[in-house]
């Protein structure tokens, strides 16, 4: 038995749930990763796992021994982090998985800098709005918005609050009347970016009062910049992300609405597997991120 490989596998298997996601985690056989477990419970003389055809736990004992290889590994990796970063040359594959329209809009025509900045590192930036498992999909750090952002045991840094925008362009406008209130919007074609976490209801501030208004439509769509060109061809109106039309403002082809009320604001993160030490691959990125998204 390779003791190391036993205890990452046994830490692997616990944290992802299940054998089979080890199994893709590691690049193993699902047989090797049993032999692994097996191995270890032989070698401890204790069962560690209870495992059934449907479902996985720990034992007690597995418990208590989880929590102290967990700690082990960590130590251990951390020692390689410290002698990595003493070289002080970021290196190796980076996966990010990012939303499509923000990563176009704020920060892909910034991503060569960063490569030419670090010839030691490659990227493989994943465009995706969906929100990835990391862990289980290997992924070193995500992008996410949200304004309540989940409890997931990641770390979880914040790059931006990217504030909202009531829009719509003046021949919407002219045809539909403009909402004096946000009770108005159940009067008009709302358009709805289905990803959002108020994709049915939007909220608007104005100082007093807060409200809290349903909204319907014909169209809904998992892209912003769908959003936008529906709203520049007249389409409907809809809450969108100010940096995302800020130049259709600027030139006129949107109008924003009822600009005493503020809709809700969506906080940026960039989150990360929880590790006590981070690369220096992860830890520059993160970097750029901030230094990208404060501009």
Same mark, same amino acid.
């Given at each position: 038995?390779?003791?190391?490989?036993?205890?990452?596998?046994?830490?692997?298997?616990?944290?992802?749930?299940?054998?089979?996601?080890?199994?893709?985690?590691?690049? @193993? $056989?699902? /047989?090797?990763?049993?032999?692994?477990?097996?191995?270890?419970e032989a070698h =401890?003389?204790? #069962? %560690?796992?209870? !495992?059934?055809?449907?479902?996985?736990?720990?034992?007690?004992?597995?418990?208590?021994?989880?929590?102290?290889?967990?700690?082990?590994?960590?130590?251990?990796?951390?020692?390689?982090?410290?002698?990595?970063?003493?070289?002080?040359?970021?290196?190796?594959?980076?996966?990010?998985?990012?939303?499509?329209?923000?990563?176009?809009?704020? @920060? $892909?025509? /910034?991503?060569?800098?960063?490569?030419?900045?670090?010839?030691?590192?490659? =990227?493989?930036? #994943? %465009?995706?709005? !969906?929100?990835?498992?990391?862990?289980?999909?290997?992924?070193?750090?995500?992008?996410?918005?949200?304004?309540?952002?989940?409890?997931?045991?990641?770390?979880?840094?914040?790059?931006?609050?990217?504030?909202?925008?009531?829009?719509?362009?003046?021949?919407?406008?002219?045809?539909?009347?403009?909402?004096?209130?946000?009770?108005?919007?159940?009067?008009?074609?709302?358009?709805?970016?289905?990803?959002?976490?108020?994709?049915?209801?939007?909220?608007?501030?104005?100082?007093? !009062?807060?409200?809290?208004?349903?909204?319907?439509?014909?169209?809904?769509?998992?892209?912003?910049?769908?959003?936008?060109?529906?709203?520049?061809?007249?389409f409907g109106i809809?809450?969108?992300?100010?940096?995302?039309?800020?130049?259709?403002?600027?030139?006129?082809?949107?109008?924003?609405?009822?600009?005493?009320?503020?809709?809700?604001?969506?906080?940026?993160?960039?989150?990360?597997?929880?590790?006590?030490?981070?690369?220096?691959?992860?830890?520059?990125f993160l970097d750029?991120?901030?230094?990208?998204?404060?501009?």
């Open positions: 038995m390779d003791r190391m490989t036993a205890l990452t596998v046994f830490r692997n298997v616990v944290e992802l749930g299940s054998f089979a996601a080890a199994s893709r985690q590691l690049g @193993l $056989s699902p /047989a090797a990763i049993s032999k692994n477990v097996s191995e270890l =401890l003389s204790v #069962r %560690l796992i209870n !495992r059934t055809t449907r479902r996985m736990s720990l034992t007690e004992a597995g418990t208590l021994y989880f929590e102290r290889v967990v700690q082990a590994l960590d130590d251990l990796a951390e020692a390689d982090g410290i002698l990595q970063a003493a070289q002080n040359t970021p290196s190796g594959l980076l996966r990010v998985s990012a939303p499509m329209t923000v990563t176009l809009v704020r @920060l $892909s025509d /910034a991503i060569p800098k960063f490569l030419l900045r670090y010839p030691e590192i490659s =990227l493989d930036l #994943r %465009l995706d709005d !969906r929100r990835v498992n990391l862990v289980e999909e290997g992924f070193d750090i995500a992008l996410r918005g949200s304004d309540n952002l989940e409890d997931s045991g990641l770390i979880a840094r914040k790059l931006a609050t990217m504030d909202h925008v009531l829009c719509a362009a003046p021949s919407y406008l002219e045809t539909h009347g403009r909402p004096q209130q946000p009770e108005d919007l159940a009067q008009h074609n709302c358009i709805q970016f289905s990803l959002s976490d108020h994709a049915t209801k939007w909220t608007f501030h104005n100082g007093k !009062r807060t409200a809290s208004v349903p909204i319907s439509g014909r169209y809904k769509v998992s892209s912003s910049l769908a959003v936008r060109d529906a709203l520049c061809a007249g809809s809450v969108i992300p100010r940096m995302y039309v800020a130049q259709d403002i600027a030139t006129g082809r949107l109008c924003p609405v009822l600009q005493d009320w503020t809709p809700n604001e969506t906080s940026l993160y960039a989150v990360y597997p929880s590790r006590r030490f981070i690369v220096s691959k992860v830890r520059v750029f991120l901030v230094d990208e998204m404060s501009a």
